[in-house]
């Protein structure tokens, strides 16, 4: 759908390589980080994160390739998160983003969720569905371009979120 690696004025959305693995476990092991993400338990430890990571890399070129990306500094290629986004119904996407615990308040997911949204909305209904309580997320979605649209039910996840559509003129 989009052309990946993407760059932006100071990192770079790539694939996952070996070398993100420990700032990948870093952040999968950090119970503050993953508290509000839907992540099953088993993939909140070190076995279960490392499986996730070689599974995520495993399928990049396959006919049904996740599509999560490490953010690396451009740099020196140090990882400081992830952002991604997956298919919720015909002609809609959802997306993601997650910064290292060590790494926020730099504007990291912002810069790149910007990038990756205006890229994708111009194929695509761009969403975010984000917990209720995670205000840290809510503020990323408003300040990269997505509008509130209240509590709303996610389909696949089976539980409710703050619900955001990104607005092609914001």
């Known amino acids: 759908m989009i052309k990946i690696p993407i760059e932006t004025k100071r990192y770079v ?19 503050e980080s993953t508290k509000y993400l839907m992540f099953e338990e ?14 995520v890399r495993g399928v990049y070129d396959s006919n049904e390739p996740v599509h999560s990306y490490a953010v690396a500094e451009k740099e ?18 959802e997306c993601y ?3 290292n615990q060590d790494e926020t308040g730099r504007g990291i997911a912002t810069e790149v969720l910007s990038a990756l949204v205006k890229l994708l909305s111009s194929k695509v ?23 509130p649209r209240g509590i709303q039910y996610h389909k696949n ?14």
């Not at 020196?76 to 119904?89: H, T």
């Not at 997320?137 to 509008?147: E, P, W, Y």
């Open 42 to 55: 088993d993939q909140k430890t070190e076995s279960g994160a490392r499986v996730l990571f070689d599974y």
């Open 97 to 99: 983003y997650s910064v």
């Open 125 to 147: 209904e761009v969403r975010a569905y984000c917990h209720p309580e995670n205000a840290a997320a809510h503020a990323v979605a408003k300040k990269s371009g997505f509008k």
């Open 13 to 31: 959305i790539r694939r996952f390589e070996k070398s993100d693995l420990p700032g990948f476990l870093s952040f999968m092991l950090n119970e």
């Open 76 to 93: 020196n290629n140090q990882y400081m998160g992830s952002c991604g986004y997956a298919p919720y119904d015909d002609g809609i996407v």
């Open 157 to 170: 996840f089976g539980s409710s979120g703050e619900f955001f559509v990104f607005e092609q003129n914001s």
